[in-house]
């Protein structure tokens, strides 16, 4: 159980156009869905936390208008990097929680994003 | 805000010899959980443990959440055990639990 999806696994576009990357929990509902970006041989790093049906809280630093996070269901979250330029290209993670392991968080397997 | 340290920063076994990864936080948490990074990226939950000892095959975890760190031991280690471990601990800010990552131990273990 616990399991969490992301899609894509990998996405190259051009600077100046947007990319959304889908996270998925496939067998609970998520009461919480996090967003994390993770540089070469770095930490994670919170960007953005989101309830489902409400708006994201994002973490000091982070450009809510760059990046958009829409929690359309208990088992969807979409972020959406806008105008990508090649500083954004990074490896980016969700996780969810909920469940019978409430507090407990698990991670969707990432998405490298190279903007080129 | 919280702050979490892990050591040793990087460690090399060979394979079949024990090892002990710390892990040193500077405030009350309200959740400790131990991950494995694959060299794909995928994070691996290893424990959920805010406090007490686990054990799961050839890894166990404790947490002494009123002295502040945690340990995870790894036993026997085969090739398969490389890759980073982080831990991370969850602090309420904001209305929400986050959990906040420590560097990381990066593991190599060689044949």
């Known amino acids: 159980g616990a399991v969490v999806s992301q899609h894509p696994s990998w996405v190259i576009c051009k600077s100046g156009t947007s990319v959304k990357i889908e996270c998925r929990s496939l067998d609970f509902q998520a009461t919480t869905m996090f967003w994390y970006r993770q540089f070469p041989k770095q930490s994670l790093m919170l960007m953005a936390t989101?309830?489902?049906?409400?708006?994201?809280?994002?973490e000091q630093g982070v450009e809510k208008d760059k990046f958009l996070i829409n929690h359309a269901s208990l088992t969807l979250s979409t972020l959406t990097v806008t105008s990508a330029h090649p500083e954004d290209s990074s490896f980016y993670i969700c996780s969810a929680k909920g469940g019978s392991s409430y507090n407990e968080q698990f991670f969707g397997p990432g998405t490298r994003l190279t903007v080129l | 805000g919280i702050q979490v340290e892990q050591s040793p920063p990087d460690l090399i076994l060979q394979e079949g010899a024990n090892s002990t990864l710390r892990c040193n936080f500077s405030?009350?948490?309200?959740?400790l959980q131990w991950f494995h990074q694959n060299p794909w990226g995928q994070l691996i939950n290893l424990f959920y443990i805010p406090s007490g000892t686990k054990q799961n095959g050839r890894l166990s975890a404790t947490t002494v959440a009123t002295e502040r760190y945690s340990l995870l031991y790894i036993s026997s280690s085969q090739t398969t055990d490389s890759g980073v471990y982080f831990c991370a601990a969850a602090m309420f800010s904001g209305g929400y639990n986050k959990l906040i990552f420590g560097a990381g131990t990066r593991l190599a273990v060689h044949p």
């Open positions: 405030d009350s948490v309200n959740n």
């Open positions: 989101s309830n489902e049906g409400s708006k994201a809280t994002y």
